[in-house]
T-cell receptor, first 116, second 116 residues
């Protein structure tokens, strides 16, 4: 069965410091991996994805994520955090093949707080 | 740029009442889905559709009904509301059901439902 784990409910970093939001996944086939961000009282917004190719993918707002197949991880990173990055971040996975093509599975979310 | 439009934004129901959450998208997306978001649970897929006339169940379909008579609309019906259905509901759509763009969902702003 497909699943996503975000081991940290909260991540706190100082502005200007690098940030990492962790994600591990489990799928039966090839993973399609995604990161989304949610600001208060808003819908989710797509940040970036990994389908195939380079393990380091770049997305919106200076975020990037590193796919590690051996560790089944897809951690979200940013070299220098901004206060405006404070939000709820979701990792998501779908199976690249098989009978569950239509399903995107989300993690529980990680609340990122960047303090000035 | 309407994108994905959900109505109503807020609704209070009594146990046993029925209602329909409306979702419309103007991007000609073939894939549409409904999620519910609960604290500490992330987003859970209720139902999804890969095109007009085609729907399928997600992770938590019980108590909900959907139909897809047009490409644009994907209403979610609560047949007999229960307090356990108190949640924030999100409709999301995607251009492609398969392929490398699959999973890049566009979300509505959400509908907050309270069942008393």
């Amino acid at each position: 069965a497909q699943s996503v784990a975000q081991p940290e409910d909260q991540v706190n970093v100082a502005e200007g410091n690098p940030l990492t939001v962790k994600c591990t996944y489990s799928v039966s086939g090839n993973p399609y991996l995604f990161w989304y961000v949610q600001y208060p009282n808003r819908g989710l917004q797509f940040l970036l994805k990994y389908i195939t190719g380079d393990n380091l993918v770049k997305g919106s707002y200076g975020f990037e994520a590193e796919f590690n197949k051996s560790q089944t991880s897809f951690h979200l990173k940013k070299p220098s955090a901004l206060v405006s990055d404070s939000a709820l971040y979701f990792c998501a996975v779908r199976d690249g093949g098989g009978s569950t093509l239509g399903r995107l599975y989300f993690g529980r979310g990680t609340q990122l707080t960047v303090w000035p | 740029n309407a994108g994905v439009t959900q109505t109503p934004k807020f609704q209070v129901l009594k146990t046993g009442q029925s209602m329909t959450l409306q979702c419309a998208q103007d991007m000609n997306h073939e894939y549409m889905s409904w999620y519910r978001q609960d604290p500490g649970m992330g987003l859970r897929l209720i139902h999804y559709s890969v095109g007009a006339g085609i729907t399928d169940q997600g992770e938590v379909p019980n108590g909900y009904n959907v139909s897809r008579s047009t490409t644009e609309d994907f209403p979610l019906r609560l047949l007999s509301a229960a307090p356990s259905q108190t949640s924030v509901y999100f409709c999301a759509s995607s251009y492609s059901f398969t392929g490398t763009s699959a999973g890049e969902l566009f979300f509505g702003e959400g509908s907050r439902l309270t069942v008393l």
